[in-house]
Each structure stands twice: as structure tokens, then as C-alpha cells.
């Protein structure tokens, strides 16, 4: 459907929710199409294409909420939703902060924020599996010991998302989306391991050459060959990029509105302490230009915003759309999220820590004895307490080297603490997805080994 | 069941002729195989929090994925419309992935295995939404009345009733109905110090309503504010290499993540499992048997047929701690040249299918699980667990324990806060010592992650001692 038509679309359920008593009312229509091409060996391993959509209507009657959702977008189709999202509105209960956002509140970031690039959908089939094909290749013949891979990939996304309420908002755009990834294994000896490298873009412009990512992961696996298992000691730990992308997932759920109003998260009530060390600015940035994370208002018609969250170690704002904002006094952050169902719950923009001035290898030089990790397994975060334990793999810093591989061991400490302790920030901030962290060296944490 | 038993068939008029007509075209350029998966699933959630039900949903969704095979490529397509046209369309795109003569669809189309595992005769979905509400209500009540020291609780209630139609290009069609019901409570608890944790429990199946009598939400609310209110006392866990004793029930995700993805055969005959090859190995203690039912009545992993068609089945992973199988889906059997085990499993019509695993779980041994911990003069009695990973290649895994005690001198002293147990899996069960006789499943609430695709599964365990774990405390 064209976008025209699905806008109207939108504000066509909104009308008939009313009409058929709501007392405010919100559509989200989705529309898109995938293309996923895996080559695994040098060979075409499987193809994916198609196409879907959906719709889905939230009402409130007068304090009481209920949703529906449907992929039958005719007539007939909508008609069903609207009953059915009325009819469970009438079984949830009064909720005394339920409402869509002040009229004032409600708006959209002008101009072209490139969130989407022709090309992505114009490039043939073939030319993706080409590109899927180098990926794989590059990391296959980088070395004699990379011997087996699970395959290389190109994703590829293009879709539309419109949002229409009943205080007259109604908006719509259009994303893209590629993708390049791949898994080679490395082996020497007994010793047998995987790890992976990717590119993600919203135009093939800004994918990094299939080369390149096939030679980082091909680097990555053989850097893991023959690790060993340490003896249980405290030091200092350094998390590359990757893993340090990982604490800020866990800043986010602990700044999460919910969290929040339910007490449910350590840094509730926080506002204005000082919660991290002075190296710390987290910042979240919902319009900056082509990045993942960008939109031009959030899922209830609210602009992206730019929020700073922890601002030299102080702790400067929640994340939160509407509800949470009621409930707690404040004012939406712009940071509503959700699916086709339910209640608008929270998500991000482009989360990330803002950079500091020491390259990375300044900072693995300055430790005479520490764990440098690159992947962290399990979920082992307590946001309620901050309790912090994971399992972990990376190389064992000595004497301000990369000295050898270290696997089967875990990282703890409580994340009140490991957000005071960080001691270093790096200089190399990269946006891959919608959070970005630097290298972040933390003073001390438990090492879990032998 | 069948074509003419079929609710999809009914409801949108497939007939066998159509879809011979879409296999026909699936392999209109060549292929060894095709398939297509109709489903049409509905769905309702219903969130209580702040003693406020606050969110109610339903919804449905439909389509059908077509998939071609040719030799070891598969193309896939899917469609949300089931209009012929639109169907036939995906088809030729699937198609694209096969270069050659058309190939033949066996016709006409057989039935499929029948039988049923999951009865539910009603339908959670086909239940008044106020007895389904009642649910969460209930739950938040008990929980709040089974500690003052509760002060937030949050209960969600969720059901779906799945209509599947498999129809193969070998000539096979297969139709069920699958019903899931899931009811998980969550409470947070505040100690006189000001000290804050978290509970959570829940449990279901493929069952309807009445399993709420035998296991009513007073029971999941009331475990998971125990959970929270023991935590409050909760002291650092130990960190190194120390004795492990796993609780009867959800622990088994132990067995889920040691073992059950590193023997899903996709891995295995590409060659990137820490298990593949060693089929005949010693990979556990001889008190060691793994098995993958998918076959137990009610049971939230259990399918009559799995997500290609086949029938699911009682297939022994590792018996008495020597690997004996792989969890095969259609393609990598064909492969292999080893027999389908029932275990193809997708998340959606939008998804193909993969090997996957059901209800896995070790068999009971003969130790009396008080025995177990008394015979341990220092380690971890784990009862509860948060969720696991494994990195398959390396055989590493992690489990992160939600509730556990320090066994001092064979007893249970103080309760420990979280910490993540990490092992690897050829390694792990090599340490299993003692077994005990108390064989449980998990209560129902087991979601496994693969490769961006969610499926339910269960998992079980009797007592066990592992002589030595590495668990990642701060003490």
C-alpha cells in the first residue's frame, strides 16, 4: 500500500474506535519486506524473501485500557479489531495515569533524517549473495586455521511505520536497513573456536567492505585459540567495545521508567547523586542523522529527543513515554516504544557513552595484571540490586600486554560499585546498532576461574 | 490429524487440489523437496501491575511460509495473505533457490500421523476473558498477603491456540491444534535495611484453564514473593571451583545448555558443535542419561507432530554418559543419512524450520536427594534459575542461579545472591556424581532462543551432585 493509504488507513481506525465508543485511540500500521541471503562454505546456503504487515489499535475507555492486533488489514479485518480492542477495555480496570500524551506534547523532527536509502531495495539478489559470498571468503582464506564457518549473511530490511491517534497526530516513515555478518571457526589442535564481525547500515554506502568484516571476525576467532582457564582473583577488568555496549544495555533497563515506579531498579530515586564515576556521560540521541536508533517521533506521536542521562557520573534523567512520566511526576522523555500490542512501553534512541581521550591501547598498557573481554555470555544482571555476574572470554592482560586467550571464567561485582570504578574511557566510540560504548576500563571485579 | 480435520482447511477452503497446485509450483524449477506451513495463531495477554490490570490484548495472526529444498540449499518465502495468488506467488520466489526440470509432487496427499497430546478441550483463548483475568488478580492478592514485606507485584497471563497445516511434496498433509496457557508472577520484597529483591515464578502448558485448579496462581505468586523474601537475607556467593548440587525441576536447564544445543544436528554435520563426531563417546559420568521427549501429554515442549510434519518422539541423547543421538530436523537427516526424530521446530510461519529441542531432561538415579546434600562438606545447593547461553563451538555454557544456599558440613546454611555457574559441556556431566531419585519437570515457562527464533520447551532434572563447577561470585 502507498504511504497516502496507509496513513489514512491509520486514521481510519482511529475514527471508527471513537465512533464506536472509545474515548481516545491509537493505530500503529507496519508494513515491510526482508531479503536474507546465507552462504556457508562458499555455497548458497539459503534464501529468504517476503513480505508482511500488520495493525494494531489501542483504545482507552475513559480510564480503562485494551488492545487488539490483526495482520487482516480489509475492511472486514479492521472492523474485527476495533470490537476486539473495545470488548478487553471493558475487562482491564481504571488506571488513573492511563491517556495519550498532552496535545501539546505531540509533534514530529522535520527534514530528512536518512533513515532510508533507495538502494538497499534496488540492489539485485545476486549481487547481495556476491557480497554475502566475500564476507565468507575473506575470513576463510585469512588463515589455514580458520577451517569451518557457519556462513556469512546479508540482511536487508525496507518498511514503513504510521501512527495516528485520536488528538489528530498522524505521522508515518519509512526505514532501511542492510546488514553483513559472518561466523568463521577457528581450530588448532583440540582447540576449536567461533566468533563473528559485522556491518550494519541503512544504505549498502555505509556497509564497511565484505573484506574487511570476513578478516576482523577470521582475527577475532583465532585470537580465542588454545585459551585457558584462570585461578579466582580480583583485577582490573577492560570491556572492548563489544562487551562495554553490554553495561550500557543494563544503564538502560536500570533507567527504564518502569523500573523505575516500581522501585524495581538500583538507580531509583537516584536523580541528581552522583551514581558512576566522573569519566561517565551517557547520553541518549533519537536525532541523529541515519543512525540506528533515529526516529522522527516515538511510538505516541512524541519527537525524538536528545537526553542526557548520566552527565559526569550524576545521574541527570529516566527514560520514559507517557504512563511512566504520570506516574512519577515528570514529563515524557519521547522515549515511548511497542509492538502492535499491549501498552506503549520503553525503548531507546541511540544510547551511548560519550567518548573520553585515551586510545584503547593506552589503557590496556597502564594494567600490570587484568581480563580484557571480548564476550560475555549468560544473564547474570540483577537490575533490582545491581548484583552482577557473568560468564566471560577474552585475553589476559600482563605487564601491559595482550599476553593469552582466557575462557570459561566468570566476571562479578555489583554494578552500583563497577559504575563508581570506571577509571578509563577510550577514545574509540562507534555507532554499530542503536548503542555505541568506547573501551571502559573498571578499577576491580572478581575473576572467577580455577 | 489430517486435511478434512483441519480448522485451516475449513475455515480459508484448502483443498488437497490447491495444494498440490502450490507444492507443484514450489517445485516448478527443480528442487528434492518442498513444503508448506499454514498457521493461523491467536493470541491474548492480560498485565496486572500495581494491584491495577492495566493491559489486556488479543490478536491474530496468519500466513503461510513455502519452502523449497535442493540439496543442501533451502529457499524460503512467506505470505500473511492466503489468497491463491498470493500464495502461489511466494511459492515461485522459494522456488528461485533450485535451478532445473520441474519436479513431481506425490499425489494424492496422505494423511499424517494422528494423535493428541494436549486434548485441552476447551481452549484457554475460547475461555470467558473474566475467568482469565480472575488469574492474575488472584495472583497478585496472594502474593502481596504472603509477606508485608512484598511491595510490588506483577502478574501476567498469556494463551494462544495454534492452527497448523503441513503439506509436503513427498505427499503427506498434517493438521493440529495446539493450545498454550503461561501464567508468570514476579514480586519484588524490601528488607527492614532497605534492601530490595526480586521473586519470579510461573508455570503452563498446552492445557487449558482446569490446570489452574491443581495448580492454582496462589501457588506461583506465593513461590516467587518466598523467592524474593529469602533473597533479602541473601550473602555473597563464592567464587572459583567449588561442589554444585542442582535442585529437582527447572535446574534441568543445566542439561539445556551443557548439552541439548551442542547435539542439534544442524551443528553437528556442519561440523561446529563441541560434540560433532562423538557420537559413541564417553561425554558424561555413567550415571548419566539425557533424554528429549516431546511426546509427554499437557507438556508446554510437547508437539503430536513437530513443525515439519513429522511426529515427535522419545529420543535418548546420552545414555548412561555415552552420546547416542543428534536432534535432527528434515534436512539435516537427509544429510546425515540418519532418521528424523520429530525435532524441526519454527517459530512462525515466517520462520523455517531447524533442529530444536522439547522437553529434555536427565533420568532419575537411585540417590536419596537428602543424601546428596549431606554427602557435600562445602558447596552450592542451587534451586532456582534466571536462564542460560552456551557458545556451542567452544562447548561453553552458563546457567545464572536465581535462588541458592552454602551447604556447610552437608547441610543448608545461609541463602546466596545471584551468581552465574559456567562449564563446558563435554566436560560438565563428567562430574556428575550422584543422582538422585526425585526426577521433576519444570512447571511450564521454559522460552530456548536460536539463530532469532523463539520456541517453548521444558526441561527436568533429579537431585544432582557435580563435584566441580566454576561459580562466579565475589567471595
Redesign the interface.
Known amino acids: 500500500m502507498s504511504q497516502d493509504s496507509l496513513l489514512e488507513l491509520a486514521c481510519d481506525m482511529v475514527k471508527q474506535a471513537m465512533a464506536a465508543g472509545a474515548t481516545a485511540a491509537e493505530a500503529t500500521l507496519t508494513e515491510g519486506d526482508e531479503f536474507s541471503a546465507t552462504v ?1 562454505m562458499r ?8 513480505g ?3 495493525a ?1 489499535l489501542r483504545v482507552l475507555a475513559g480510564k480503562r ?8 488489514l480489509s475492511p472486514e479485518g479492521i472492523r474485527q479489531l476495533v470490537a ?1 480492542a473495545l ?3 471493558a ?5 488513573p495515569h ?1 491517556g495519550l500524551p498532552e496535545p501539546e506534547e505531540l509533534g514530529a523532527l522535520a527534514g530528512d533524517l536518512g533513515l532510508y536509502c533507495e538502494d538497499v531495495a534496488e540492489l539485485e ?1 545476486a549481487r547481495k549473495i556476491e557480497m554475502a559470498r566475500e564476507t565468507e571468503a575473506a575470513a576463510l582464506d585469512f588463515d589455514p586455521r580458520i577451517t ?1 564457518s ?1 556462513g556469512a549473511s546479508f540482511d536487508s530490511h525496507a518498511g514503513r511505520h504510521i501512527f495516528a491517534n485520536s488528538l489528530g497526530f498522524a505521522g508515518a516513515y519509512r526505514t532501511s536497513y542492510c546488514s553483513l555478518h559472518t561466523i568463521p ?1 577457528a581450530r588448532d589442535g583440540d582447540s ?3 566468533d563473528y564481525w559485522f556491518s550494519m547500515a541503512r544504505g549498502l554506502g555505509g556497509l564497511e567492505p565484505p573484506a574487511e568484516i570476513g578478516r576482523t571476525a577470521a582475527r577475532r576467532a583465532l585470537r ?1 585459540l588454545g ?1 585457558v ?1 584462570v585461578e ?1 582473583q580480583r583485577v582490573p577488568v577492560v570491556f572492548e567495545p563489544r562487551t562495554a555496549r553490554s553495561l550500557l544495555d543494563n544503564i538502560f533497563e536500570a533507567v527504564h521508567g518502569e523500573a523505575i515506579y ?3 531498579s538500583f538507580l531509583a530515586g537516584k536523580l541528581g547523586e552522583k551514581v558512576a564515576s566522573e569519566a561517565l556521560t551517557v547520553i541518549d540521541d533519537g536525532t541523529l542523522p541515519g543512525l540506528f536508533g533515529t526516529t522522527p517521533f516515538d511510538d505516541e506521536g512524541v519527537p525524538s529527543r536528545r537526553t542526557v542521562i548520566i552527565e559526569n557520573g550524576v545521574l541527570k534523567s529516566y527514560l520514559l513515554n507517557t504512563y511512566t512520566a504520570r506516574k512519577l511526576g515528570m514529563r515524557t522523555t519521547g522515549n515511548a516504544s511497542r509492538g ?4 506503549p512501553g520503553i525503548g531507546h534512541g541511540n544510547l551511548y557513552i560519550q567518548k573520553g581521550d585515551r586510545p584503547a591501547g593506552s589503557i590496556i598498557a597502564s594494567i600490570r595484571n587484568g581480563f580484557y573481554v571480548t ?1 560475555l ?4 544482571v ?1 537490575i ?2 545491581g ?1 552482577y ?3 566471560a ?1 577474552g585475553i589476559w592482560i600482563r605487564n601491559g600486554e595482550l599476553a593469552f586467550p582466557v ?8 554494578l552500583i560499585e563497577m559504575l563508581q570504578a570506571i577509571e578509563a574511557i577510550g577514545s574509540d566510540l562507534e555507532f554499530r546498532g542503536a548503542t555505541a560504548a568506547p573501551t571502559l576500563l573498571v578499577r576491580e571485579m ?5 | 490429524m489430517g486435511l478434512s480435520q483441519s480448522f485451516l482447511a475449513s475455515k480459508f477452503n484448502i483443498s488437497g487440489r490447491d495444494l498440490e497446485r502450490y507444492l507443484g509450483e514450489a517445485l516448478s524449477r527443480g528442487g528434492d523437496y518442498a513444503d508448506l506451513y499454514f498457521e493461523h495463531l491467536s ?1 491474548s ?3 496486572l ?2 494491584s ?12 503461510v511460509g513455502v519452502r523449497v529444498i535442493a540439496g ?9 495473505d492466503l489468497a491463491p495468488e498470493a500464495i502461489l506467488k ?1 511459492a515461485r ?1 522459494a522456488a ?2 533450485a535451478a532445473g526440470p520441474a519436479q513431481i509432487v506425490k499425489t494424492p496427499l496422505e494423511d499424517g500421523p494422528r494423535r493428541d497430546l494436549y486434548p485441552a478441550p476447551v481452549a484457554p483463548t475460547e475461555r470467558a ?2 475467568e482469565r ?1 480472575e488469574l492474575v488478580r488472584r495472583a497478585d492478592l496472594a502474593a502481596r498477603r504472603y509477606d508485608p514485606r512484598v ?2 507485584v ?1 502478574a501476567t497471563y498469556a494463551d494462544s491456540l495454534r492452527h497448523v497445516l503441513v503439506a509436503t511434496s513427498e505427499g503427506s498433509v498434517t493438521a493440529d491444534r495446539q493450545p498454550m496457557t503461561r501464567l508468570s508472577v514476579s514480586a ?1 520484597a ?1 528488607g527492614a535495611d532497605g ?4 521473586g519470579y515464578s510461573g508455570g503452563g502448558g498446552r492445557v487449558g484453564l482446569e490446570f489452574f485448579i491443581a495448580k492454582p496462581p496462589e501457588y506461583f505468586a506465593g513461590e516467587a514473593a518466598r523467592q524474593a523474601v529469602v533473597q533479602l537475607d541473601a550473602v555473597e ?1 563464592p ?3 567449588t561442589t554444585v548440587v542442582l535442585g529437582p525441576g527447572w535446574p534441568g536447564i543445566l542439561l539445556h545448555e551443557a548439552v541439548g544445543h551442542g547435539l542439534e544436528a544442524d551443528f553437528n554435520r ?3 558443535s ?1 560434540f560433532s563426531g562423538r557420537i559413541g563417546d564417553r561425554v558424561a559420568s555413567p550415571v548419566c542419561t539425557v533424554v528429549d521427549d516431546g511426546t509427554i501429554p499437557n507438556r508446554r515442549g510437547s508437539l503430536n507432530v513437530d513443525d515439519e510434519g513429522a511426529p515427535t518422539a522419545r529420543n535418548v541423547l546420552i545414555e548412561g554418559g555415552v552420546l547416542r543421538g543428534y536432534l535432527q530436523d528434515r534436512l539435516s537427516s537427509r544429510i546425515m543419512k540418519a532418521a528424523q526424530t520429530g525435532n524441526g521446530r519454527r517459530e512462525s510461519y ?1 520462520h ?1 524450520p531447524m533442529p530444536r529441542m522439547t522437553n529434555t531432561f536427565l533420568l532419575a538415579g537411585e540417590s536419596d536427594p537428602e543424601e546428596i546434600v549431606r554427602s557435600v562438606p562445602r558447596g552450592l545447593y542451587c534451586v532456582n534459575f ?6 556451542i ?2 562447548g ?5 542461579a536465581s535462588e541458592s544456599y552454602l551447604i556447610e558440613d552437608g547441610r543448608l546454611t545461609r541463602p546466596v ?4 555457574l ?3 559441556g563435554p566436560e560438565a556431566l563428567r562430574y556428575v556424581s550422584m543422582v538422585g531419585n526425585d526426577l521433576k519437570l519444570d512447571e511450564g515457562i521454559g522460552i530456548c532462543g536460536k539463530e532469532g527464533q523463539s520456541v517453548p520447551v521444558g526441561v527436568g532434572i533429579p537431585t544432582i551432585r557435580i563435584d566441580r563447577m ?5 567471595s
Do not use: P
Not at chain 1, 475487562?91 to 488506571?95: A, Q, V, W
Not at chain 2, 566454576?470 to 565475589?474: A, L
Open positions: 556457508r555455497e548458497i546456503e539459503s534464501l529468504k524473501e517476503a508482511s504487515r500488520g494494531g485500557a485494551g488492545s487488539a492486533f490483526t495482520s487482516d476486539s470488548q478487553l477495555a475487562i482491564t480496570m481504571e488506571d492511563a539478489a569451518n557457519e571457526l576449536m573456536e567461533r580465542r585459551a582457564k579466582t516500581r522501585q524495581a502492535l500490542a499491549g501498552n564476550e555470555l549468560g544473564f547474570g540483577n533490582v540490586t548484583d555476574s557473568r560468564g572470554t575462557s570459561e571464567v566468570t566476571i562479578a561485582g555489583n572478581t575473576v572467577g576461574g580455577k | 493470541t495477554v492480560i498485565s501491575d500495581d491495577i490490570v492495566k493491559s489486556a490484548s488479543q490478536g491474530v495472526a496468519l500466513g543442501e540449499r533451502t529457499g524460503y518465502a512467506y505470505s500473511d511466494a520466489v528461485c533457490i476473558f473474566t483475568v511491595y510490588q506483577q519484588l524490601r534492601t530490595l529483591q526480586r556467593a567464587a572459583g571451583e556442519k561440523g561446529t563441541a515466517q523455517f534466571a536462564g542460560g547461553q552456551v557458545d563451538t567452544s561453553n555454557f552458563v546457567f545464572s545472591r545471584n551468581a552465574t559456567i562449564g563446558n566454576t561459580v562466579g561470585g565475589t
